[in-house]
T-cell receptor
Framework: ETGVTQSPTHLIKTRGQQVTLRCSSQ?????VSWYQQALGQGPQFIFQ???????GRGNFPPRFSGLQFPNYSSELNVNALELDDSALYLC?????????????FGSGTQLSVL | RKEVEQDPGPFNVPEGATVAFNCTYS??????FFWYRQDCRKEPKLLMS???SGNEDGRFTAQLNRASQYISLLIRDSKLSDSATYLC???????????FGKGTKLSVKP
């Protein structure tokens, strides 16, 4: 158990809808990163939050947005869902924001867009 | 050229075998390198960091060749419990950006 929890575990939405995914980071970790993992692919970096500010962003459109709260928990919001958004969404927390930091992943949210 | 490339496998090996995974990366500015392990339908977990001098953790040995932009993972005396997908991971040079390969699937048979 990593101490990183994500909710919900599974979600089914239809095209055009909006979704919010939640993540509680491990105690003592101030950095949260979000990744999208499509079937048969490796995780792809969406963005990272450090102390409530976006600290880096991957190649995802603006309809992917996020928040980090004072307790370092985080949300990923996706607007105008598309079929290709179907994937496992992984949240990872780390003690610091450097790229040499060990990532502790949650179990993920499996999103299906119909 | 893809940012991080791995042989997707699957590698099907008997228990006790030695198996090697290779990975190449495109960003010569990358500074951090890792191998993660991912079991089916589970989250990735850090197996080991990879250093220029090479490093070993029990049956696992990782090597980095910066000149060739090549990373390897060697597993000796394979166990059934080693069956998983092994992800090669490299930092993308910007804050927070880790780049994962597609993974190499390993299946260890009795």
């Amino acid at each position: 158990e990593t101490g990183v929890t994500q909710s919900p575990t599974h979600l089914i939405k239809t095209r055009g809808q909006q979704v919010t995914l939640r993540c509680s980071s491990q105690s003592g970790h101030n950095t949260v990163s979000w990744y999208q993992q499509a079937l048969g692919q490796g995780p792809q970096f969406i963005f990272q939050y450090y102390r409530e500010e976006e600290n880096g962003r991957g190649n995802f459109p603006p309809r992917f947005s996020g928040l980090q709260f004072p307790n370092y928990s985080s949300e990923l919001n996706v607007n105008a869902l598309e079929l290709d958004d179907s994937a496992l969404y992984l949240c990872a927390s780390s003690q610091h924001r450097g790229t040499n930091e060990k990532l502790f992943f949650g179990s993920g949210t499996q999103l299906s867009v119909l | 050229r893809k940012e991080v490339e791995q042989d997707p496998g699957p590698f099907n090996v008997p228990e006790g075998a030695t198996v090697a995974f290779n990975c190449t990366y495109s960003n010569s500015a990358s500074q951090s390198f890792f191998w993660y392990r991912q079991d089916c339908r589970k989250e990735p977990k850090l197996l080991m960091s990879v250093y220029s001098s090479g490093n070993e953790d029990g049956r696992f040995t990782a090597q980095l060749n910066r000149a060739s932009q090549y990373i390897s993972l060697l597993i000796r005396d394979s166990k059934l419990s080693d069956s998983a997908t092994y992800l090669c991971v490299v930092d993308g040079g910007s804050q927070g950006n880790l780049i994962f390969g597609k993974g190499t699937k390993l299946s260890v048979k009795p």
